[in-house]
Nanobody
């Protein structure tokens, strides 16, 4: 499975950005997709996951500000980010796996990764 992200960029604090990720290759349902991010010198951390149609998981740090969607459980996942903060600055990665992960926001539960897109939030 190949993943291609788009939509990163720079924004001022309080602003919004929308990320997109399209999966291609051998795809079959169920396809779980998620967003992770990585700060310089830190390990990659889970942001949000779309596990089944209607089931969305969020890290506490983004609840109420970020929304993940995966229309019809298909091969595209979006991350709508609002009220962005400087601490949201980092590289954002799309991840996918067939089936349902054991831990929705665990890096080790996903075996397909995109190249990442940079998000920069200035104060």
């Amino acid at each position: 499975v190949q993943l291609v992200e788009s939509g990163g960029g720079s924004v001022q604090a309080g602003g919004s950005l929308n990320l997109s990720c399209v999966a291609s290759g051998i795809i079959y349902a169920p396809l779980s997709m998620a967003w992770f991010r990585q700060f310089p010198g830190k390990e990659r951390e889970g942001v949000a996951a779309s596990i089944t149609i209607g089931e969305k998981i969020y890290a506490d740090s983004v609840k109420g500000r970020f929304t993940i969607s995966q229309p019809n459980g298909g091969n595209t996942v979006y991350l709508q980010m609002t009220d962005l903060k400087p601490e949201d600055t980092g590289m954002y990665f799309c991840a996918a796996r067939h089936g349902v992960p054991i831990d929705d926001l665990d890096v080790d539960d996903y075996n397909n990764w995109g190249q990442g897109t940079r998000v920069t939030v200035s104060s």
